[in-house]
T-cell receptor, first 117, second 113 residues
Framework: AAGVIQSPRHLIKEKRETATLKCYPI?????VYWYQQGPGQDPQFLIS???????DKGSIPDRFSAQQFSDYHSELNMSSLELGDSALYFC????????????????FGPGTRLTVL | GDSVTQMEGPVTLSEEAFLTINCTYTATGYPSLFWYVQYPGEGLQLLLKATKADDKGSNKGFEATYRKETTSFHLEKGSVQVSDSAVYFCARDYGGSQGNLIFGKGTKLSVKP
């Protein structure tokens, strides 16, 4: 079965550089979530999109932006990178709906490991 | 605010031992509850879920019951294997129209042969 694809899998950047992470959801999934997991930490929600519109926003820094495109893939753009941005960035996708209007389960990609030097 | 609290690790068990990892959640809204597992160097995999009170999620010998009265979703397995060694995350969503997840801090489980 198709899974969530993230690219690149590993990325090394210098401080103050920019980075773009890409996420390709499972076919027919219209909702994408981005999470950041620092070393030894729990994943923290950054931002989500439904049908190409931002649906919710979490602890995403102003230096970061994201969007979902017409083919439902999503990109997380990170500028003025800081050492503290070093983390594993997960993308997850889900199909809208579910019993009682609740959201269906999220399927996580393998993550992009970003290292800022 | 909304949160998930799970027992701190690491937890070290011998093979075939009984496992319990406690998880409690804040009782706002009508969340769905989840257990995710993360093997070393890998992403998060959904282990099991429950969408309403008294539901029991189960998978691969793991079980958890959605207890509204105690706001808990404890993970249990009767006989752990070395291959169960991983980090386990309890999570809730917001219910309703917000699907993003709130995770607990994670519990690292090590199973020794």
């Amino acid at each position: 079965a198709a899974g969530v694809i993230q690219s690149p899998r590993h990325l090394i950047k210098e401080k103050r550089e920019t980075a773009t992470l890409k996420c390709y959801p499972i076919p027919r999934h219209d909702t994408v979530y981005w999470y950041q997991q620092g070393p030894g930490q729990d994943p923290q929600f950054l931002i989500s999109f439904y049908e190409k519109m931002q649906s919710d926003k979490g602890s995403i820094p102003d230096r970061f932006s994201a969007q979902q495109f017409s083919d439902y893939h999503s990109e997380l753009n990170m500028s003025s990178l800081e050492l503290g941005d070093s983390a594993l960035y997960f993308c997850a996708s889900s199909p809208l709906g579910g019993i009682g209007g609740s959201w269906d389960e999220q399927f996580f990609g393998p993550g992009t490991r970003l290292t800022v030097l | 605010g909304d949160s998930v609290t799970q027992m701190e690790g690491p937890v070290t068990l011998s093979e075939e031992a009984f496992l319990t990892i406690n998880c409690t959640y804040t009782a706002t809204g009508y969340p769905s509850l989840f257990w995710y597992v993360q093997y070393p160097g890998e992403g998060l995999q959904l282990l099991l879920k429950a969408t309403k009170a008294d539901d029991k999620g189960s998978n691969k010998g793991f079980e958890a019951t959605y207890r509204k009265e105690t706001t808990s979703f404890h993970l249990e397995k009767g006989s752990v294997q070395v291959s169960d060694s991983a980090v386990y995350f309890c999570a809730r969503d917001y219910g309703g129209s917000q699907g993003n997840l709130i995770f607990g801090k994670g519990t690292k489980l090590s199973v020794k042969p």
